[in-house]
């Protein structure tokens, strides 16, 4: 009997390690072109694998092997995770130091633990409702913001930092899984969105009310609206901002913003540049009645929010982050609270829209209030 898809990628993806510990046994494996060239032959073959797996005449999602292609990088994530903390030794030594130095950092650290574990459930998860039939739109969205965050932080992170200047051929690897969740995330907003049934008339009366009438959504406003002001200010804080509160901040409760690896500062410009629009467009979103989009956005959004704060805030506690580097102990407590504010809003924006989208439904048309339920 041919075991569940998703339990052939999981025995597929856990093979990286003994991959890793050949390639750091093996010398000839250990010079940078080798070490990219190893890399594409052994994705290559996870794809033939992969090909192979499948039963024979199923029509497949190509999302299908997006999915279960980089579930195979997930384990080598976490493998390097593990390595740097100190639970695993022999497995990343050679790559660390001709293929991608940078792994070696507090942030990256943190990036590989949420890709070995986050990503990887995810994919999992996936897979199996795709072959079981059900929908798995939103759990690909929430892999997508997750994934397009991590990767617009990673890899300019990377060439403007400190390890700018030690860039090895293996880092190109980094080109197809940078576009891959862009490709993915095009896909799954233009599907078809899920969105229930509700009647007419409890449409009609739910967008009659209010901001102020609604305190839950007058809540996360003004949450969102504390959540744009803290991406203002830090971003004008790595901008080298003359003010004295940037200058005090920067010294006293963050200096991590500083830390020459160059992926604080890439986040907080991203947070600037991009979380601040789109946290401006919710908070009209939660305003305007019939702003479908927020049902698909929040979700996309909060991930992203997720994947960056975690990042963030395990970097700047890590043992590997240098010592001048770190939250003071004295600050933790407000630095902590404000960063985990800031995953924790959009979070709270994604549960209220989908725990109650009646708002977000397209506004009924005159006349249809009393039509019974209408479909949207």
């Not at 949420?114 to 795709?130: A, D, S």
Request: charged content about 10%; aromatic content about 14%.
């Amino acid at each position: 009997m041919r075991p569940p898809v998703e339990v052939c990628v999981l025995i597929l993806s856990l093979l990286a390690p003994g991959v890793l510990y050949a390639m750091n046994n093996i010398p000839a494996l250990q010079e940078p072109l080798p070490i990219l060239g190893m890399g594409m032959v052994v994705l290559g073959l996870v794809l033939i694998v992969l090909l192979i797996i499948v039963p024979n005449k199923m029509k497949v999602d190509p999302l299908f092997y997006v999915f279960a292609e980089l579930s195979f990088p997930c384990m080598l994530g976490l493998t390097n995770a593990l390595e740097q903390d100190g639970f695993i030794s022999g497995f990343m030594g050679f790559y660390l130091k001709m293929g991608e130095p940078h792994l070696s950092t507090a942030y990256a650290v943190m990036m590989s633990y949420w890709e070995g574990i986050v990503h990887l459930v995810l994919f999992l998860t996936i897979i199996h409702r795709m072959f079981k039939g059900n929908s798995y739109r939103s759990l690909g969205l929430l892999w997508a913001g997750s994934s397009i965050a991590h990767q617009i932080v990673h890899i300019p992170g990377v060439v403007i930092g400190k390890y700018g200047s030690n860039i090895r051929p293996a880092f190109w690897r980094n080109v197809p899984f940078f576009l891959a969740p862009f490709w993915a995330a095009s896909l799954l907003f233009s599907r078809p969105r899920e969105i229930p049934v509700i009647p007419a008339d409890k449409i009609s009366a739910e967008q009659k009310k209010g901001l102020l009438s609604r305190p839950a959504d007058l809540l996360l406003s003004i949450l969102s609206l504390g959540a744009m002001a803290f991406c203002v200010f830090r971003g004008f804080v790595v901008l080298d901002c003359p003010l004295d509160t940037c200058f005090t901040y920067i010294y006293q409760y963050e200096p991590y913003l500083k830390d020459p690896v160059g992926f604080p500062r890439v986040m907080m410009l991203v947070y600037l540049f991009y979380a601040l629009p789109l946290l401006t467009v919710f908070t009209y979103g939660l305003k305007t009645p019939g702003c479908t989009w927020m049902l698909d956005w929040t979700i996309f959004f909060a991930a992203a929010m997720a994947q960056t704060q975690w990042c963030h805030i395990g970097a700047s506690l890590h043992s590997r982050t240098p010592f001048t580097y770190r939250v003071p102990a004295d600050k933790w407590w407000p630095v902590i609270t404000l960063n985990v504010l800031l995953a924790a809003v959009p979070a709270l924006l994604a549960l209220r829209c989908h725990t109650n989208p009646t708002y977000f439904m397209k506004p009924v048309p005159e006349g249809q209030t009393n039509n019974g339920k209408k479909k949207n």
